[in-house]
């Protein structure tokens, strides 16, 4: 039921395209002076269907992402990042996932190289357009840090609004991608973390159809990351993305 009515909020796009907006600018009254560096993130996620040995398993899906992070002037590898994941579809609309990430981190985004281990668990879903595709992306994360002295697990909140639209009076293998996802913490821990606004990225893009079932996608990613009650400086990243898509 839950579910359900989820769904029929999506639909409304009008209501979808001004949370976009809002999610956006939301936290810009809060922006102090900010540190910023070009990187380069590289990266590969590969979806697909479970073999169906049985009419149960032909709903489950399995997800792997890696990707390379790129700091200081995108001239040393600074965070990487392996997720895997779990899911099931109960519709071509609404998928539900569990998953692991692995994310070993370094200067310049850290003062020491530590490793971030994370639980998380999320809701997609996906809307079909005449202007092209609405997806949404929920997602609660447990994050567990190989910090000496950090012994509390992190919760975190992440929102992402996608729009892929067509581009065919240019080509038929071509989109126009744009994207804005927010992070929150929702708690304060040891590890320095706190509560509340904890970063922004939005993306501007082109989507080229390798095949029916590889997407590349291209752009310039803006993530601000915040650090309330921190001597360090917030940071703000201007990232060159290329991401390959491939969902079988």
Not at 146 to 151: E, L, N, Q, R
Not at 157 to 176: A, Y
Not at 204 to 214: E, Q, T
């Amino acid at each position: 039921m839950i579910f359900s009515k989820r769904i029929g909020r999506f639909k409304n796009s009008r209501t979808v395209i001004a949370m976009v907006c809002l999610l956006t600018f939301i936290h810009a009254p809060a922006l102090r002076a900010a540190d910023e560096d070009f990187y380069t993130w590289t990266g590969i996620e590969m979806t697909s269907g479970v073999p169906a040995a049985h009419p149960f398993l032909r709903n489950f899906r399995y997800k792997l992402f890696m990707q390379g992070r790129f700091g200081d002037d995108s001239s040393r590898f600074t965070q990487g990042l392996i997720r895997t994941g779990l899911g099931y579809a109960f519709s071509e609309k609404m998928t539900v996932w569990l998953g692991y990430d692995w994310v070993p981190t370094s200067r310049p985004l850290a003062l020491r190289p530590f490793n971030d281990h994370a639980l998380w668990q999320q809701l997609s879903l996906q809307e079909h357009y005449s202007f092209g595709t609405l997806a949404s992306r929920t997602r609660f994360e447990q994050h567990f840090f190989d910090i000496p002295g950090s012994t509390d697990t992190a919760q975190l909140f992440r929102q992402m609004f996608k729009l892929s639209s067509p581009l065919h009076p240019v080509s038929t293998k071509l989109s126009l991608v744009v994207w804005n996802e927010v992070f929150a913490n929702l708690n304060s821990t040891d590890a320095g973390t706190r509560s509340g606004f904890n970063q922004n990225r939005a993306f501007a893009g082109i989507g080229y159809a390798v095949s029916k079932d590889k997407i590349l996608e291209i752009g310039y990613m803006n993530q601000y990351i915040n650090r309330p009650h921190n001597p360090r400086p917030d940071q703000m990243l201007h990232v060159f993305s290329v991401t390959l898509l491939v969902n079988y």
